[in-house]
């Protein structure tokens, strides 16, 4: 099973604040379980949002002078 993480953990592992979870949470950009009245969000959901937001590098060519 995967592991639930609270909303304060995701911000730790993300490196932002509360603020920034939460927010995914509301606009439901990221998969979360409600046990209860308690938030938690799975480890495989913040993973796979880090990855699908992931950007990466453009290859830059250079140009031949002729």
């Given at each position: 099973m995967?592991?639930?993480?609270?909303?304060?953990?995701?911000?730790?592992?993300?490196?932002?604040?509360?603020?920034?979870?939460?927010?995914?949470?509301?606009?439901?950009?990221i998969?979360?379980v409600?046990?209860?009245?308690?938030?938690?969000?799975?480890?495989?959901?913040?993973?796979?949002?880090v990855?699908?937001?992931?950007?990466?590098?453009?290859?830059?060519r250079?140009?031949s002078v002729a």
């Open positions: 995967d592991r639930l993480l609270s909303v304060d953990q995701v911000a730790e592992l993300l490196g932002t604040t509360v603020r920034f979870p939460r927010r995914l949470i509301e606009e439901r950009r998969t979360f409600k046990v209860g009245r308690h938030v938690r969000i799975p480890e495989s959901a913040v993973m796979a949002f990855a699908a937001n992931t950007v990466e590098p453009t290859v830059r250079l140009r």
